[in-house]
């Protein structure tokens, strides 16, 4: 049986928060559905779309008998919404925060007293897309979602992981859970280092004179083009990421600047041999992640061709 909760408060209309907004609704796991942001545009378009049953104007309103409460803002923000719940939540609240770096949300979380039970979350899922008009309920089905608890061991504590599993769960997410330190080192590599190489090359073929952005979008149909669709993601967002999970990604750019120089080393000198071999392991990877339900192995991965 799903827990189903009274009133949830989605701190952060965008697109993670308004989609579970709409995949708590059609799970029915809440009575109310409330939204805050510090937008007025984006309250209003909250509503509007339907994503959320009202949005209202202060945090304070937003978390008053509130028993979920769904921290999505940028990383950057979590600290200071995590202070304010912390005054502000209902005793017992379940508070769930669903950003891609957990040092600082754990962190944060340690440093603030709250009879609000604060579970550390991260679902693995999201698309170029932004604004509480592109949710869609859809969105976390057959989709990782990893909690990182504080580092408590009490039952009420457990209880309340264990309750944000299941609502994750209801929403059709598969769920892991690991130490915040891991997942940060984890996501540096399958994550944030792609995303910083998406920017990396687009900013690169913008700066190149000798090719025309006439020719970038006319042939941007090969490797580039999904390049572009990584790039086209929140920049607010990820300039958060890299600010707040600093350590991890220097170290996997590190290593990735040594896969660089190695293939470098390769084509001048002609190491067909070496290139080779570099590009076996990309394949047999990939085919490791269509075996494991995380990609399609057909034209176009499996998306529809207005995405």
Known sequence: MNEKFSKAAIIGVGLIGSSLARALREAGLAETIIGFDQSADVRARAVGCGAVDAAVQTLKEALGGADLIVVSTPVGAVAEILAGVAKEA???????????????????????????????????????????EAGFAALFRDRWSIITPLPRQDEE???????????????????????????DLALAITSHLPHLIAFTLVGAADDLESVTEAEIVKYSAGGFRDFTRIAASDPVMW?????????????????????????QRAIRWGDA????????????????????????DVPNFGRDEKD
């Not at 600082?104 to 897309?129: D, K, L, M, Y």
């Open 90 to 132: 209902e005793p017992g609240a379940l508070v769930v925060d669903v950003g891609s770096v957990k040092g600082a949300v754990v962190n944060a979380a340690a440093a603030i007293s709250t009879r609000a039970f604060i579970v550390p979350c991260h679902p693995v899922a999201g698309t170029e897309q932004s604004g509480p």
């Open 239 to 263: 300039r958060d990421v890299f600010l707040n999970n600093k350590a991890a990604i220097l170290e996997v750019l590190g290593r990735f600047s040594e896969e660089l120089a190695l293939l």
């Open 157 to 183: 504590y457990l209880a309340a992981v264990a309750r944000a599993a299941g609502v994750w769960r209801a929403v059709g997410a598969h769920v892991e859970i690991m130490d915040h330190e891991h997942h």
């Open 273 to 296: 041999d070496t290139l080779e071999s570099v590009f076996a392991r990309g394949r047999t990877l990939r085919r490791a992640i269509v075996a494991a339900g995380q990609e399609k």
